[in-house]
């Protein structure tokens, strides 16, 4: 395993960075709707991390060394469309391996690729991940790599809202997963910053535990 010690470290910085730059945005009282119909008292973006370069230089070294430390003997990295592509150039190039990325659905002209790059076949690979909420996409997307021989030793990703479904999502596909940050060390960088204040935490806390009933 990585340093915990630098772990949580990264974890902060990571979660105080995303904050600052808004690719996290929290309201309670206005809550975001989310695709599945959720009402979420919070929004991320990691995507808006690409546009600020300490930012994105920052997470990409964070997300080499934790490929490093958690995933030795990797031997390329596979993004997944489309929050997941950037990012995981960035790593492929920090790393010097071949970088590959996994459509939702096959393209629908063409080779109808899933997978778009060299697949091959025994290739030990990372699937990079931007945000993991229930962790469905992401774990369809190894699925597709499992099925076109790749060995996939496992996720990693930049931020988790740590649902217990996900982990549970997780646990029965087999594959590890480890995030640079996560919501609960977000929550402690938020109120060190006065994004949110003490009365707020607990119905944040609520939402995680069981989002689809929350407010």
Known sequence: MGNVHNDKETALKVASDLLQIQAIKL????????????KSPIYCDNRLSLSYPSTRTFIKEALAEA?????????????????????????????????IYVRSKPK????????????TPGQKVIVLEDLISTGGSSLKA????????????????????????????????????????????????????????????ESLEQWRNDPGNWG
């Open 27 to 38: 309201n309670k009282e206005n809550p975001f709707t989310w695709s599945s119909g959720w």
């Open 67 to 99: 490929a490093k430390a958690q995933f030795p003997g990797y031997e390329a990295v596979a993004g997944v469309a489309t929050a997941g592509i950037p990012q995981g150039a960035l790593l492929a190039e920090a790393l010097d391996v071949p970088f």
């Open 108 to 119: 629908g002209h063409g080779m109808e690729n899933l997978i778009e790059g060299k697949v």
């Open 142 to 201: 190894a699925d597709a790599l499992q099925k076109s021989g790749f060995e996939v030793l496992g996720m990693l990703a930049i931020f988790t809202y740590g649902f217990p479904l996900a982990d549970e999502n997780f646990k029965n596909a087999n594959i590890r997963l480890h995030c640079l940050s996560n919501y609960q060390i977000m929550l402690e960088k938020a109120m060190e910053l006065g994004y949110v204040n003490a009365s707020d935490i």
